[in-house]
């Protein structure tokens, strides 16, 4: 039931190219500003009548976060009672069953985490070793796409719980069904082909100089070795096995190194011309449904990707590919039709290029304990879900503690500003930070979770749509950035540069966005007590422009990187209102859904949450040489890593703690000094100071758990309840599950070719008919007997839950006699993917 199931939602998203298009809003070009209004109603969460609870933070008492590697031990230690979920996603069928039959066990399903094969690109001979790497060749890994087969890596070793995956972006997503007859093009140029991946490597071979012999491939007198980085946490184990095998096969020496996230980081992100590895089982997630992944070709392809990241900083794409990629990037392109061009650019080019191989994208599920309740992601699962701190508890309980599994923790230093973004660290940090909007699980519309609302304001002619309530879409012909706009940063007097001091001639903007707090903001207080203010919010640009700038003290190569790719589309940012807090930014960079657009600017660093004084300190040792917040620039000082939480960098932490405090430091004062004074100042280094007493780490945040200690050694953390947190625990808890489509068609038993025929379409969720205005788009799609597309259409609206696809006389006039299927696809206006079904008919002559 599983793989049927899996194969119709993600099926139809190899030929419904259509169906989401058909969802894209177009919008009029008029000389006036238009008020857009909501073009859908808010999806229908069960809002609870009123507050069913006192209590604020989370609402557990504690969360103790243990370490366990293997999903078949997770899964019988939670029916032994000895955990109560396993916060990752697992895709095994023969889990998945005994999850289904078992009395004690529940689960949610996801479909964002996808698996790679990482190439080391450089060579063609590593700096350190001397030898061959054969992945340095780009032919080669060109050549890695038709050697891996796909369809078994999915039907075989992950138990049809996954689907082939050939491109950055996602098969179960909006980008792959707007560009499905692109994406079918290149999926058959790359299929697997064993003999055709051999001829290229044989050839390349000999062009690097090696040599065949005695059916091994040799260079310098010595048999070509790769090696082989492969997880054995998951399915991944047997992927890194079987392009082993594969390799091997062709003449090379496979040295496999099978261990644990945490033990093979530091080799594939460490320097890549060591010679340590050739290739590593990747695997990502994506923790948000996705509303576009344009960004994904910079992100996995170009050293922009991952500033820093040595393996990163080795990636060289042609001029094409960086021109494009930085234009979807940055979202230069006027129209839906110069996107649709830079996807096809890119598309073979990220093939030829391979510094990764894609191979498969999972059906995967979380499981956890039926007394169990959590809000997951559509995409993220538990893991990624920015939802889950604020909604697990045992049903019908207030309170208590519960053991949260994961197959690795505290893989690498957590910091604010470039510590680990695995997504084992990643799910506990977001425990405890809070942030301006949080994604909806469901549709991955931005939703408010600390602003109030909001106001976009786009130019005319960008086809952006609205949808829910909270936010208000304007288009306006442009927008003008006032004068006193901040755009700039003078690394020298440590102020900002206006827009009108670098811009007299005046500045416009392709967005707005203009995010309204609440008035009880300044209610918000971190862990250690210390209210939030302004400062926070401002805090975080100066540190975008301030560690990009090669004067400043606190500079790193890294954020200079990410500073370039922010200069080319910000346009300023302006405190509109101090009490209130309301935040206007203007930027040319921009979404297709107005509630992505909103910038809020809460003090969120995406490693983490930081205040201004717990991130002066890490400044401060930076500054001094003593460690560094980015892994690539404390490889640079041969300085460890920095860590908030354990390890000697806390006890580094802790000498500038105690000489910011002495000074009653005020970081970047010729600036924040108009925020923050010095019995502010005073306070907040107190209260940070009795923090690190009780705890004994530096890692505080604004969110519903705080983390009381971690323990690297025995590989555990504890969170906390943060009773502090301003929302009470029931905010987020109306969520059910997603209402996904089930689709069910009654065909004719036979249609006479030249004659007109119906088919009727239920569509239901929970045996319950889905209304007409919860659906956006109901299509269906004609396969003939030989199983081509033969034509398409768009059904019709009958009644709730049931609606008509009607086939001409002149469309079945097309048809041949035989067996005929259709297809039927139906786009919810509540969740983000497409369901489909399909039913096989007679075609006969008439």
Known sequence: MLRNRLMMVLGLLLVASMVLAACQPTEPVTEEPVVEEPTTEEPVVEEPAGPTTTRHGGWLDMIVVIEEPSDSAAIRRLEAGEIDIYAYTVAKADLLAQVVASENLAMIRSYGSYNELTLNPVGPTFEATGKLNPFSNAKIREAVNWLVDRDYIAQEITQGMAIPRYFCFAPTFADYAKYADLAAQWEAYYAFDEAKAKAVFDAEMVAMGATFEDGKWMFNGEQVEIIGLIRLEDERLLIGGYFATQLENLGFLVTRQEKKSAELAPIWQGNPNDGLWHFYTGGWITTAVPRTEEDNFIDFYSGEGWPGNPLWDAYVNSAEFDEAGLALYNRQYATLEERRELFATLIPLSLQEAQRVWTTNRASFTPF????????????????????????????????????????????????????????????????????????????????????????????????????????????????????????????????????????????????????????????????????????????????????????????????????????????????????????????????????????????????????????????????????????????????????????????????????????????????????????????????????????????????????????????????????????????????????????????????????????????????????????????????????????????????????????????????????????????????IPSFESVEFVTSAP
């Open 369 to 832: 304990r039926k007394e169990v309740t959590v809000v997951g992601d559509l995409a993220g699962a538990v893991a990624g879900s920015r939802l889950w701190p604020y909604t697990i508890r045992r049903i019908g309980e207030e309170g208590g503690a519960l053991t949260l599994a994961m197959p690795s923790i505290l893989t690498n230093p957590w910091n604010p500003l470039g510590g680990s973004n695995w997504i084992y660290d990643q799910a506990l940090t977001r425990a405890t930070s809070d942030v301006g909007v949080i994604p909806d699980p469901w549709t991955g519309l931005a939703r408010p979770q600390r602003i109030e609302s909001a106001e976009v304001y786009a130019q005319q002619d960008l086809p952006i749509g609205v949808t829910y309530d909270w936010v208000t879409l304007t288009k306006v012909e442009s927008n003008v950035v006032p004068a006193d706009a901040w755009i700039d940063w003078n690394a020298e007097t440590q102020t900002f540069v206006t827009v009108g001091e670098k811009f007299p001639e005046g500045l416009t903007s392709l967005i707005k966005s203009v995010a309204y707090y609440p008035a009880d903001l300044w209610n918000v207080t971190w862990h250690d007590g210390s209210p939030i203010d302004i400062a926070d919010f401002v805090f975080g640009l100066i540190l975008t422009f301030d560690r990009g700038n090669e004067l400043s003290a606190f500079y790193d190569p890294a954020a200079g990187t990410t500073l370039g790719v922010f200069q080319t589309t910000f346009k300023g940012f302006k405190i509109a209102s101090a009490d209130p807090l309301v935040i206007e930014y203007y930027t040319d960079n921009w979404q297709p859904d107005a509630e992505n657009n909103v910038t809020t600017y809460f003090p969120n660093y995406g490693f983490g949450p930081g205040a201004w004084h717990s991130l002066s300190i890490g400044l401060l040792a930076e500054a001094a040489g003593e460690t560094a917040f980015t892994q690539a620039k404390s490889k640079t000082l041969e300085k460890d890593w920095m860590s908030y939480i354990s390890g000697p960098t806390v006890a580094i932490l802790k000498t500038y703690f105690d000489t910011a405090q002495a000074e009653n430091y005020i970081p970047y004062a010729a600036t924040l000094g108009q925020f923050i004074t010095a019995d502010e100042a005073t306070a907040r280094w107190a209260n940070y100071a009795e923090w690190y007493r009780a705890r004994g780490h530096f890692w505080i945040g604004t969110g519903p758990y705080y983390l009381e200690r971690a323990f690297p050694v025995e590989g555990m953390v504890v969170l906390k309840n943060f009773s502090a947190f301003v929302d009470l625990a029931d905010k987020w808890a109306g969520y059910g599950l997603p209402p996904i489509p089930v689709i069910d068609i009654t065909a004719p038993a036979d249609v006479k070719i030249g004659s007109a025929a119906e088919f009727e379409i239920l569509v239901s969720f929970n045996d319950e008919p889905y209304a007409i205005a919860d659906v956006l788009n109901v299509s269906f799609l004609v396969f003939g007997a030989d199983g081509a597309l033969v034509f398409t259409g768009v059904a019709e609206a009958v009644e709730d839950g049931v609606w008509k696809a009607s086939l001409t006389a002149e469309q079945t006039a097309t048809l041949t006699a035989g067996s005929t299927k259709l297809t039927a696809v139906v786009v919810s206006a509540l969740e983000s």
